[in-house]
């Protein structure tokens, strides 16, 4: 089994920058892909960004393309998601999830997923 740990949410106002954390354990070894969605009030939760497990592949959602980053520690099993010029329609709850397979933008292909984290972008 594998653990995910979300950590790094919060208030900022727009414009700022915040970053998440997904600290991974257990199995850690088997996982190939780790991504990050998010899910606001009301909406389906979609797809932000993934990254694999030896980093080659990177993919973003347009939205955050250009203002997000996604990157990996191994050594701390923790992947990171760099946010800035944040806008108040990043304001939802961002979930890590990982799989034992390629880059995907579909969350149902995930296996196992952490709790989340509120990210509030004020205007």
């Known amino acids: 089994q594998v653990q995910l740990a979300e950590s790094g949410g919060g208030l900022v106002q727009a414009g700022g920058s915040l970053r998440l954390a997904c600290a991974a354990s257990?199995?850690?070894?088997?996982?190939?892909?780790t991504g990050w969605f998010r899910q606001a009030p009301g909406k389906d939760r979609e797809f932000v960004a993934a990254i694999s497990m030896d980093g080659v592949f990177i993919d973003y959602a347009d939205s955050v393309k250009g203002r997000f980053t996604i990157s990996r520690a191994d050594a701390e099993n923790t992947v990171y998601l760099q946010m800035n010029s944040l806008k108040p329609g990043d304001s939802a709850v961002y979930y890590c999830?990982?799989?034992?397979?390629?880059?995907?933008?579909?969350?149902?292909?995930?296996?196992?997923w952490g709790r989340g984290t509120q990210v509030t972008v004020s205007s």
């Open positions: 257990g199995r850690t070894w088997s996982l190939e892909t």
């Open positions: 999830a990982s799989r034992l397979t390629g880059v995907s933008v579909r969350g149902e292909q995930y296996e196992y």
